[in-house]
């Protein structure tokens, strides 16, 4: 049995009993995380699907260490510009091991139905009477477009050039 789960923004392929490293998590060591967002279960051949998520499936797993990933050198040049910057970087992981995948239907949903109050039929019927049906607006009438002028459609007349106007140099300076 296995189960494609997103835990912090990644899809991940989870088996039970696996140890993987994801992105740092909230929560001390030894604790126990759930995540809700189960994308797909293959139960030995029964394959369940969500759309997107499968509503009341959950993958439990408790955490083990944190710790911080391989060094990354992150180098930048600019040729001839005596330019170039070398920066470290660690990503911070959490290591985990996955207890339990519980499918749709399984222990975690029948607790949900116990817990919801019993409502009959005649309750929503009741309830969907004495509800007011939403008013629509009525619709807006349309402004008819005004028609455009006669002249804008023309194209203006052509300026006649103007002379230039000639300038006496003073001699004296």
């Not at 797909?40 to 990933?69: C, E, F, M, N, Q």
């Not at 996955?98 to 029948?110: D, F, L, P, R, V």
């Not at 002249?151 to 052509?158: G, I, L, M, T």
């Amino acid at each position: 049995m296995y189960a494609i789960v997103d835990i912090a923004g990644q899809q991940f392929k989870v088996e039970k009993e696996q140890k993987l490293f994801v992105h740092r998590l909230p929560g001390e060591e030894d604790s126990s995380v759930s995540f809700d967002s189960v994308l797909l279960i293959d139960d030995d051949g029964k394959i369940t699907l969500g759309k997107p998520v499968i509503d009341g499936a959950t993958v439990s797993a408790r955490i083990l260490s944190h710790v911080k990933g391989d060094k990354v050198l992150v180098f930048k040049k600019k040729r001839r510009k005596g330019y170039q910057t070398l920066n470290g970087h660690r990503q911070l992981f959490t290591q985990i091991q996955i207890e339990t995948i519980q499918g749709k239907g399984e222990k975690k949903a029948s607790a949900k139905a116990d817990a919801s109050p019993a409502v009959s039929d005649t309750d929503k019927e009741v309830k969907g009477t004495t509800k007011a049906a939403p008013k629509k607006a009525a619709p807006k009438a349309k402004v008819a477009a005004k028609p455009k002028a006669a002249s804008a459609n023309k194209k203006p007349a052509a300026k006649k050039p103007t002379a230039k106007k000639a300038t006496k140099k003073d001699p004296a300076k």
